[in-house]
């Protein structure tokens, strides 16, 4: 009996203290869209739904860095690491002071650059040597220019291997960024567990053809 008491016990302080952490992190994300709208983009987090289908895009056997862009209280980031990608592979950039903090102490073997995302000039010299294997971005991309978001996508590309995708959601029906300009859109499934509804998107350098030799 008592060892049942126990469990019990031990159950019940395990769900107080998870859901003590989701109010938190709520409360956190909350306190941030009124600092900063434009740049948080949403009054909630993503949710658990979203995350899993958007680390799915990562394929942790591919070896090298992962970045993600606009973590926040980091939904994404357990999501890439449930799904395998090893904590000290993920380089996080976060431009909210109070967000980063707490990156830093629930991620502490992760990489985190506090500084603007949608300024890679500020803050790329700070990245691995190693190119990235992926891009997971949480950023509101629809609150900046069209010309900033294709600049965004084309210099985190830059600093990627071949191949690899900028992997983004909106809560629209039309893709965050067209493709064109050297990029391909690719569309990926709506996720409807997810508060408002959210499509994933997949971005990609275009491949240059190969000139046809003449005969």
């Known amino acids: 009996m008592n060892d049942m008491l126990r469990s019990i016990s031990t159950d019940f302080d395990r769900r107080a ?3 003590r952490r989701s109010v938190s992190n709520e409360l956190r994300f909350v306190r941030g869209w009124f600092q900063a709208p434009l740049r948080t983009g949403a009054i909630a987090a993503s949710g658990r739904a979203l995350a899993k ?3 799915a895009y ?3 056997a591919i070896d090298g860095p992962v970045l993600e862009l606009g973590p926040g209280t980091g939904n994404f980031t357990r999501a890439l690491i449930k799904a395998g990608i090893s904590e000290d592979r993920l380089w996080l950039v976060e431009a909210n002071p109070d967000f980063a903090r707490h990156l830093r102490q629930v991620f502490p073997r992760a990489t985190l650059i506090l500084g603007d995302a949608y300024q890679p ?3 790329r010299d700070k990245c691995p040597a190693k190119p990235f294997t992926a891009i997971v971005s949480g950023l509101p991309l629809l609150t900046q220019p ?3 978001r294709r600049s965004l996508i084309s210099e ?3 600093l990627s291997r ?3 995708s900028f992997i983004q959601f909106t809560y629209r029906t039309a893709p965050p960024l067209p493709g064109g300009h050297g990029l391909t ?3 990926g499934p709506v996720t409807f567990y997810n508060l408002p509804p959210a499509r994933i998107w997949l971005y990609s350098k275009t491949a240059k053809a190969l000139p046809v030799a003449s005969l």
């Open 53 to 55: 289908r958007m680390a």
């Open 17 to 19: 203290g998870a859901l």
């Open 121 to 123: 000039q500020t803050w």
């Open 146 to 148: 069209r010309d900033k």
């Open 156 to 158: 985190c590309l830059d």
């Open 185 to 187: 859109a690719r569309p």
């Open 58 to 60: 990562v394929d942790p």
């Open 162 to 164: 071949p191949g690899a």
